[in-house]
């Protein structure tokens, strides 16, 4: 299957700071990105869709100036959250398609996020 | 719009024995089924696969059976193993212009040895 990478693993930082986490499709061109945040023994929450070179859609009660969302190219899109607080601390999950309007999602590892 | 229910939250069962997770959907509309494992700290991993077009699909102890006039789909394992012990969420798929992914809660699956 399609391979997609994270990157950082696990971020620890203080409250106040921003963090950028990568998510990379190693094998294929994702046209659409997708970010997740998923709580201690829940489901997965869509946080917003974004599709290589446009505006990410941001779901709703997702701060979009919170939650910066890039899709550059094909095969790279980035999360920054920023100002982060203790709250922010979670597990985020990207998922990537080739497809615009159909196909497999494909997730990627996650990136655990602990704000201090 | 869509909405996904799955059943049971918790499953736990002796090695060897199956495992069936149950889904059901809400829009007939979806066309698309896919089902995910995933392990502690891990994200979540396709691990098999279903379209409106077919009734059952099977992939060696896994098999995926869809009702398309009930709305619901099934995930079985057979033989089941202590590896098999993870999270599975079940999902739809509107093939909308919006094409949005919609999961089930969640089953945690314990294989006990």
């Known amino acids: 299957g399609a391979v997609v990478s994270q990157h950082p693993s696990r971020v620890i930082c203080k409250s106040g700071t921003s963090v950028k986490i990568e998510c990379r499709s190693l094998?294929?061109?994702?046209?659409?990105m997708f970010w997740y945040r998923q709580f201690p023994k829940q489901s997965l929450m869509l946080m917003a869709t974004?599709?290589?070179?446009?505006?990410?859609?941001?779901e709703q009660g997702v701060e979009k100036d919170k939650f910066l969302i890039n899709h550059a190219s094909l095969t790279l899109s980035t999360l920054t959250v920023t100002s982060a607080h203790p709250e922010d601390s979670s597990f985020y999950i990207c998922?990537?398609?080739?497809?615009?309007?159909?196909?497999?999602?494909?997730f990627g590892p996650g990136t655990r996020l602990l704000v201090l | 719009g869509e909405n996904v229910e799955q059943h049971p939250s918790t499953l736990s069962v002796q090695e060897g024995d199956s495992a069936v997770i149950k889904c059901t959907y809400s829009?007939?509309?979806?066309?698309?089924f896919p089902w995910y494992k995933q392990e502690l700290g891990k994200g979540p991993q396709l691990i098999i696969d279903?379209?409106?077009?077919?009734g059952e699909k099977k992939d060696q102890r896994i098999a995926v059976t869809l009702n398309k006039t009930a709305k619901h789909f099934s995930l079985h394992i057979t033989e089941t193993q202590p590896e098999d012990s993870a999270v599975y969420f079940c999902?739809?798929?509107?093939?909308?212009?919006?094409?949005?992914?919609?999961f089930g809660a969640g089953t945690r699956l314990f294989v006990k040895a």
């Open positions: 279903i379209r409106s077009n077919v």
């Open positions: 999902a739809a798929s509107l093939n909308t212009g919006g094409f949005k992914t919609i």
């Open positions: 829009d007939s509309a979806s066309n698309y």
């Open positions: 998922s990537a398609r080739a497809g615009r309007t159909q196909g497999t999602q494909y």
């Open positions: 974004s599709n290589e070179g446009s505006k990410a859609t941001y």
């Open positions: 094998d294929f061109q994702a046209t659409t």
